[in-house]
């Protein structure tokens, strides 16, 4: 069974323009998440989407941002970069979310705002 | 509040010996715990799950306790290898949140 695959696996960008980063999950799961990855702050939770709704969400500002499709890849958005945004991004999917059921994690996008 | 504590921050080690890793919660309600391996510039990987009534729990060459009543969860990592150089994190979960410890920093020297 094919893992999580997450493109790009690097991108860097400007400070003030957007970014869209995409997750494919395992075949047959139905929750993805999103998390932010930083040597500060460790991992921090962006939001689940489970069956194409978003299910919950961290703390973050509204400049981020996801989608999930009908086939259950998905999509997350950052508007209007930062320098802070710099980060290493993860996307898990689990069969029916991340609490009850095991999580796996894509390699990740590691994404530096210049 | 919500919080997961690990420690050591960061630790080295000789190829060959064990080590304990700790890692302290304050998550209510609790649901599991959860331990992950993550090397370099990858994503983290599961290693063990425990829930409210289970003690301990081995991987291989890891195992992972849990003492529900004292909140506090340990990794132990036995005849260590090179390949165990890795970040490990601690995640606790409550019934709809995950909440990350900060790491612990293994180095294994030859």
């Known amino acids: 069974k094919a893992g999580v695959t997450q493109t790009p696996r690097y991108l860097i960008k400007t400070r003030g323009q957007q970014v869209t980063l995409s997750c494919s999950p395992i075949s047959g799961h139905r929750s993805v998440s999103w998390y932010q990855q930083t040597p500060g702050q460790g991992l921090q939770f962006l939001f689940e989407?489970?069956?194409?709704?978003?299910?919950n969400k961290g703390n973050f500002p509204g400049r981020f941002s996801g989608r999930q499709f009908s086939n259950s890849r998905s999509e997350m958005n950052v508007s209007t970069l930062e320098l802070g945004d710099s980060a290493l991004y993860l996307c898990?999917?689990?069969?029916?979310?991340?609490?009850?059921?095991?999580?796996?994690f894509g390699p990740g996008t590691r994404l530096t705002v210049t | 509040k919500n919080q997961v504590e690990q420690s050591p921050q960061s630790l080295i080690i000789l190829e060959g010996k064990n080590c304990t890793l700790q890692c302290n919660y304050t998550v209510s309600p609790f649901s599991n715990l959860r331990w992950y391996k993550q090397d370099t510039g990858r994503g983290p990987v599961s290693l063990t799950i425990?829930?409210?009534?289970?003690n301990t729990k081995s991987n291989g060459r890891y195992t992972a306790t849990l003492d529900a009543d004292t909140k506090q969860s340990s990794l132990h990592i036995t005849a260590s290898q090179l390949s165990d150089s890795a970040s490990y994190i601690c995640?606790?979960?409550?019934?709809?949140?995950?909440?990350f410890g900060t790491g612990t920093r293994l180095q294994v020297f030859p």
């Open positions: 425990m829930t409210f009534s289970e």
């Open positions: 989407y489970f069956s194409e709704t978003q299910r």
């Open positions: 995640v606790v979960y409550n019934t709809d949140k995950l909440i």
């Open positions: 898990a999917s689990s069969l029916e979310g991340p609490v009850y059921y095991e999580q796996y």
